[in-house]
């Protein structure tokens, strides 16, 4: 016959804490008044709002989405901003000036390095990017003319929104800076830091964690998204803003793509119509312009007629 198995010890209680006979530990002033002071530096009794480290923990991350939403959008209702123009493009699209200097720098990286490929490659992209420069201009422009007449006490309408940064973010900005009008900027914690640019109004300018409330907060207000030559990251809020028109998921407004040129060469879109990809009137959701008063004509017009889906 089996042994049934032998039941588990009763478990011990807890030993209490060593304390000499006949001592009183509370009626020791210096103990006492030490543990009052341990209680008032514990990390555990500071207003969770006070509490830095608990707000970086992972179980806090919603938290801290739930503060990314909030932050910007009291103080975008504080500054009575009704509607915004976001301006998106590459940050390496500097003014001629800039980019001449980086020319430069390349041609005499090259002469001193003759035959390193990589270094004459660096002469092809600089002289390229000197080409673009215009970009730089007419962004800055493009601004002015978008913030010079739309800002007021009662509300503010078409106000430029950038992502904070340089290139053709920075032009933007500077191009409300030059007639005395404010601008907005959505910076971004990237692990290679990046300071935002000098010339976006400081009670505007926020800096974000997470790239899906940055994006919340570009689209919200938009009025319209003119998006300048750019990379990766032009090409993602591109795409993006893209699918949102194609699906309804948000206001109508005009999609403007500045300078045919680049774009037609970076993206063949009739070929996705062609394919069957996308449909024939999706091609209608955007459209092109190669100078500013043509971009800022299109928004007015745009928003000058009636919309269905408004």
């Not at 002033?29 to 969770?48: D, Q, T, W």
């Not at 901003?81 to 301006?87: A, D, E, G, M, P």
């Amino acid at each position: 016959m089996a042994k049934k198995p032998a039941s588990s010890p009763p478990a011990r209680p807890a030993k209490a804490c060593p304390v000499l006979p006949d001592t009183v530990l509370g009626d020791d002033v210096a103990l006492v008044a030490e543990n009052m002071e341990r209680i008032l530096g514990s990390p555990s009794y500071l207003l969770a709002q006070d509490d830095p480290k608990l707000l970086a923990k992972e179980e806090m991350r919603g938290v801290r989405m739930l503060l990314e939403l909030g932050k910007p959008e009291l103080a975008l209702q504080a500054d009575k901003i009704h509607s915004t123009v976001i301006v998106f493009g590459g940050t390496q699209i500097v003014e001629q000036t800039t980019a001449e200097r980086r020319l430069s720098e390349a041609r005499r990286a090259a002469e001193s390095n003759p035959g390193d490929r990589m270094a004459a490659r660096a002469v092809e992209r600089a002289e390229r990017l000197v080409g673009y420069s215009h970009y730089y201009d007419a962004a800055r422009e493009f601004a002015k003319l978008v913030s010079i007449d739309n800002q007021c006490e009662s509300q503010r309408d078409y106000v430029v929104i950038t992502g904070g940064g340089p290139g053709i973010m920075e032009a933007a900005n500077r191009g409300a800076f030059d007639v005395g009008c404010k601008s907005i900027g959505l910076n971004i914690k990237l692990p290679a830091e990046q300071q935002p640019n000098p010339f976006i109004t400081p009670e505007l300018c926020f800096q974000f964690k997470y790239f899906a409330l940055r994006k919340f907060h570009f689209i919200l207000r938009a009025a319209a998204v003119v998006l300048f030559p750019g990379g990766f990251g032009t090409l993602d809020e591109m795409f993006e803003t893209l699918t949102l028109r194609q699906t309804h998921r948000m206001q109508p407004l005009p999609i403007i793509l500045f300078g045919r040129d680049y774009w037609s060469r970076v993206i063949d879109f009739q070929f996705l119509a062609d394919s069957g990809v996308i449909a024939d009137h999706h091609l209608d959701l955007f459209s092109y312009a190669e100078t500013p008063a043509d971009a800022w004509q299109q928004i007015l017009d745009f928003h000058a007629r009636p919309h269905r889906d408004a």
